[in-house]
């Protein structure tokens, strides 16, 4: 059955051609998209075009290869500020993904503002990135990591939250979308309590960015990551959004190239923003991508994206939710993208290789969140993971393939 929303998903699809092969004989059904999304031809386009035509080290340069280089990787900081509706390009800050963005935070703003005995507040559902780089700072400044418990629904537990909030509280980093359950976090509410403790927030959109629009200045989020290679972009590139006057006023994070004004052996000035950040040859090929697949996202429609997906979700859930012997983890009222569970009697590895010969790709593990997995009392699940360009029948396929595994385990 098609999909109720107005996306022109067939002619989407044409745009990513990596879709229209098939594995072990079987059409590629790609369910894998919260691991990493496809990317369109536009974007595969730019990155060819780049290497062909433009390919020159930037800021530096007098020669032609590099202005056009220069002017096309700054063009790109453009399109994720308006993105993002950042209210200034300096804000916008290119890092290697999520995960090196909330370290950078954790290392210059942590370092400088987490003591001893202070604490820094994450949720019970954090990825592994969004624990271990405040695990670190917290071990090695004898800080307090506390964590907002989740409910039986995978819902943050919000009157928690609130008595957590105390005068040694730091900062407040929670993910917007889990990539274990799927479960949207209310950020904006989380903001506002945090900042009536004066309390910074840093906001992982590493699941949110490619399912709805995202709005920081709406959002009012001190800090905001996301990985290009999620949102339809390159890998090795990502953003940290931040708030001028906290990024001016934390140190650098790496010492090199770019980040400075000045040097002498005595004493070395950073450049300004958002280029004290930027130490070395970034990837600039990335950030072209990056901003072709932004682009790619603009003419789609980030309101489309996430009705077509919201669709798409109500559907799959009803699907399996009527087969017997599956339990889904993570059933929030608010959810985007992702469908987590387990099958009585299968181990959710055995499940994804049968789904693999199906054709169907998804993921089997605890998806770097091991509390998470701990919480609901499993070891990993099987996760299903959506894009616009998914499709009914995409998830037809899956339970066709779900029929498929209990008929080998005979449950
Ligand atoms: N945060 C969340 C919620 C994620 O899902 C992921 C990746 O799966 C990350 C952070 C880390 O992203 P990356 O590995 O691209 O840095």
């Known amino acids: 059955m098609p999909s109720a929303t107005s996306l022109d998903v067939t002619a989407i699809r044409k745009?990513?051609?990596?879709?229209?092969?098939?594995?072990?004989?079987?059409?590629?059904?790609?369910?894998?998209?919260a691991a990493t999304s496809q990317k369109p031809k536009c974007?595969?386009?730019?990155?060819?075009?780049?290497?062909?035509?433009?390919?020159?080290?930037?800021?530096?340069?007098?020669?032609?290869?590099?202005?056009?280089?220069t002017q096309s990787y700054e063009a790109a900081r453009g399109k994720v500020q308006r993105f993002l509706n950042a209210a200034n390009s300096r804000e916008i800050?290119?890092?290697?993904?999520?995960?090196?963005?909330?370290n950078l935070v954790a290392q210059t703003y942590g370092r400088t503002h987490v003591s001893a005995g202070d604490e820094i507040v994450i949720s019970a559902m954090e990825h592994h990135s969004n624990i271990v780089p405040w695990q670190m700072l917290c071990e090695e400044k004898g800080a307090v990591l506390r964590v907002i418990p989740i409910n039986d629904r995978g819902e943050l537990e919000f009157d928690?939250?609130?008595?957590?909030?105390?005068?040694?509280?730091?900062?407040?980093?929670?993910?917007?979308?889990?990539?274990?359950?799927?479960?949207?976090?209310?950020?904006?509410?989380?903001?506002?309590?945090?900042?009536?403790?004066?309390?910074?927030?840093?906001?992982?959109?590493?699941?949110?960015?490619?399912?709805?629009?995202?709005?920081?200045?709406?959002l009012d989020c001190d800090f905001y990551v996301f990985?290009?290679?999620?949102?339809?972009?390159?890998?090795?590139?990502?953003?940290?959004?931040?708030?001028?006057?906290?990024?001016?006023?934390?140190?650098?994070?790496?010492?090199?190239?770019?980040?400075?004004?000045?040097?002498?052996?005595?004493?070395t000035t950073y450049n300004d923003l958002?280029?004290?950040?930027?130490?070395?040859?970034?990837?600039?090929?990335?950030?072209?991508?990056?901003?072709?697949?932004?682009?790619?996202?603009?003419?789609?429609?980030?309101?489309a994206v996430a009705a077509h997906e919201h669709d798409l979700l109500e559907y799959g859930t009803r699907a399996l939710e009527s087969?017997?012997?599956?339990?889904?983890?993570?059933?929030?009222?608010?959810?985007?993208?992702?469908?987590?569970?387990?099958?009585?009697?299968?181990?959710?590895?055995?499940?994804?290789?049968?789904?693999d010969r199906e054709g169907v790709a998804v993921r089997a593990g605890h998806h770097c969140a091991q509390p998470v997995m701990d919480r609901f009392g499993v070891s990993a699940t099987t996760r299903a993971s959506l894009a616009f360009y998914n499709t009914r029948e995409d998830i037809d396929a899956l339970v066709a393939g779900i029929q498929k595994v209990k008929e080998v385990f005979t449950v």
Do not use: C
Not at 51 to 57: F, I, R, T
Not at 175 to 182: D, I, P
């Open 43 to 69: 974007v595969i386009e730019a990155l060819t075009r780049f290497y062909q035509m433009d390919n020159a080290n930037i800021h530096r340069g007098v020669h032609q290869l590099s202005e056009r280089s």
């Open 323 to 355: 087969i017997s012997g599956l339990r889904l983890i993570g059933t929030a009222r608010e959810k985007a993208g992702v469908l987590s569970f387990v099958i009585d009697g299968v181990h959710p590895h055995d499940a994804g290789t049968i789904l």
């Open 160 to 218: 928690q939250f609130e008595k957590l909030l105390n005068h040694r509280t730091r900062l407040v980093a929670v993910s917007h979308v889990s990539n274990a359950l799927g479960t949207i976090n209310p950020v904006r509410e989380i903001v506002n309590t945090a900042h009536s403790w004066n309390v910074p927030v840093l906001i992982d959109g590493a699941q949110a960015v490619p399912h709805m629009k995202v709005d920081v200045r709406n």
């Open 227 to 267: 990985s290009s290679h999620k949102v339809f972009g390159p890998t090795g590139i990502g953003v940290l959004y931040g708030r001028e006057q906290l990024l001016e006023d934390m140190p650098p994070y790496q010492g090199g190239g770019d980040m400075i004004s000045s040097v002498t052996f005595e004493k």
């Open 274 to 303: 958002p280029y004290k950040f930027e130490a070395g040859t970034p990837n600039i090929a990335g950030v072209i991508g990056l901003g072709a697949a932004i682009d790619y996202l603009d003419q789609i429609g980030m309101d």
């Open 93 to 102: 800050i290119f890092v290697r993904g999520a995960t090196e963005g909330i």
């Open 15 to 33: 745009d990513f051609p990596i879709l229209a092969q098939q594995v072990h004989g079987e059409p590629l059904i790609y369910l894998d998209n």
